[in-house]
């Protein structure tokens, strides 16, 4: 009762700053509305700002387990500071622009990747003011699930937040403060009608680009892919229905051919460690590419570079594989920085060539830290036509819904093997994990009839696709 006290107490209070006003105003959009918000003028009334603290401090940031506070730039700052300090819980703020010098930090403050951030907003319409920290956020490696606002417009930025997996309280909707307002004799009955109807028929255009990948279908994602291999591999998973990559582990080029040949149909990619082929030759790559365009998949070589980017450049394009004339993408360590990224770049005479930079690793005790995948995903960045995707484990590595993620360490049962592989099943990587593109080696590989169990991989892969883009999930 109290707090619903002090909550009309509010309404009154901005209602009486010009905070909220009513009459005819044009939106940012062209679109005429009959009420305005102006929260910006409540720096000026230092008892307004104190019951905004207290009211969403008693609301939302008490009893929340976030580990930070951020105020979206600029309205909330001020808010977001006084919650901070009353709850006694560090802030973090988000750069408008990055600097030019120094360091390119979007995101000013102390914290820790993993650490949970509750977002501080005055008025969400389309949500896309959250939205862009809330990215920022998640590509620090912060969690970023939760906003509080001071006023939702109620024109669908709930929704559309929600629909990026961030849920929204808000301290008044719209309909709500307006009957506070007609209950106290501040505008009348028909003023009301009026934003009521407003409401009704204008939804705020659904700006917030669709960050959730998870959501979405490969076609959906072959459009926002920057990478033309990204798109290649995203559109012949979508007409072949297989998101399913093996991992041709074997030693023989007749071997590889002879499986190819059988399995080929139920592929997207194929995966090769070209270095354990004792009878490698040119003719092999030449059949492998026929095979590879006939049966339309693509070519990844694992070779997971490591050095620095000059020495990278050779083993690239010389020696006696020369991997860049033939695979159409390859696994890099981000270990060495940038420079193997350069080097790559635009090394292959304008053919197009992608890259899958490893942000995390499927085996057991590998030394690769939540630090070092934030910091790799961030080096992608640069280079939107070379990263095809990122080599991971967990969905929250990254967001970018046009790059692939590449998941090995998949059986039909959870297991291990001898020296330290974790094998998780269809279900765990693809729904749970956010896994895109599914490498199986030897499960495939080592079963008695490798093309009987390629289907049952295909099938199985395939259905916790379609469970996932279908939302229904148990
Ligand atoms: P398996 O037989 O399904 O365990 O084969 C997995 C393949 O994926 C194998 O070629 C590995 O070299 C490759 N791999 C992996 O297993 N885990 C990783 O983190 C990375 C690659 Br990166």
Redesign the pocket.
């Known amino acids: 009762m109290v707090y619903d006290n002090k909550l009309q107490e509010l309404a009154l209070k901005l209602f009486s700053i010009d905070a909220v006003k009513f009459g005819e105003f044009m939106t940012k959009s062209g679109i005429k509305t009959p009420v305005y918000f102006d929260l910006r003028v409540i720096v000026s009334y230092p008892a307004v700002m104190d019951l905004i603290s207290t009211l969403l401090y008693e609301f939302a940031v008490k009893d929340s387990k976030c580990d930070h506070l951020c105020g979206v730039p600029y309205t909330a700052l001020p808010v977001a500071t006084l919650l901070s300090v009353q709850a006694k819980k560090p802030m973090l703020m988000r750069r408008k622009e990055a600097k030019s010098y120094g360091t390119k930090k979007m995101i000013e403050g102390h914290y820790k990747v993993g650490q949970k951030c509750l977002i501080i907003e005055d008025v969400i319409t389309s949500g896309s003011s959250v939205m862009e920290t809330v990215k920022d956020l998640r590509n620090e490696g912060l969690v970023s699930d939760e906003a509080i606002v001071i006023l939702d417009r109620e024109q669908g930025g709930k929704e559309n937040l929600e629909s990026n997996n961030v849920q929204v309280k808000s301290l008044f909707t719209m309909s709500g403060l307006i009957e506070i307002l007609l209950a106290n004799g501040k505008i009348n009955q028909e003023m009301a009608t009026k934003v009521h109807d407003y409401l009704k028929g204008t939804k705020a255009p659904s700006t917030v680009q669709p960050v959730n990948r998870m959501a979405l279908t490969y076609e959906d994602r072959s459009e926002l892919a920057t990478s033309p291999i990204a798109k290649q591999l995203f559109t012949i998973m979508a007409s072949k229905k297989t998101n399913l990559c093996l ?1 041709v ?1 074997l030693t023989s080029t007749t071997k590889i051919l002879d499986l190819l040949e059988k399995v080929g149909e139920h592929i997207c990619l194929v ?1 090769t ?1 070209v270095d354990i082929i004792e009878d490698f030759s040119e003719d092999f790559i030449s059949s492998l590419k026929q095979l590879a365009a006939r049966l339309n998949f693509l070519i990844l070589e ?1 070779r ?1 570079f490591a050095d620095i980017g000059n020495t990278v450049l050779q083993q690239y394009l010389k020696g006696v594989y020369k991997i860049g004339e033939w695979a159409d993408c390859v ?1 890099v360590h981000s270990l060495p920085g940038e420079g193997i990224l350069k080097a790559l770049n635009g090394s292959t005479n304008g053919v197009s060539r992608g890259v899958f930079l ?1 942000a995390e ?3 057991e005790g590998n030394l690769i830290t939540p630090e070092y995948s934030v910091a790799t995903v961030k080096m992608a960045e640069k280079y939107p036509d070379l990263i095809t995707g990122f ?1 991971c484990q967990k969905k929250d590595t990254f967001s970018n819904p046009g790059l692939i993620q590449l998941t ?4 039909l049962e959870n297991s291990k ?1 001898d020296l330290g ?1 974790i094998y998780n099943t269809p279900e765990k990587v693809v729904v749970e994990n956010g896994g895109d593109v599914m ?5 495939i ?1 080592a079963a008695k009839s490798p093309e009987i169990q390629a289907v049952i991989y295909k099938d199985a892969l395939w259905k916790c696709y379609l469970k996932r883009v279908s939302g229904k999930m148990e």
């Open positions: 991992s582990d995966k460690h694992d997971k696994t490893l690793m499927s085996c080599v090995p360490g998949v059986q093997d592989q490498v199986v080696g030897r499960g590989v």
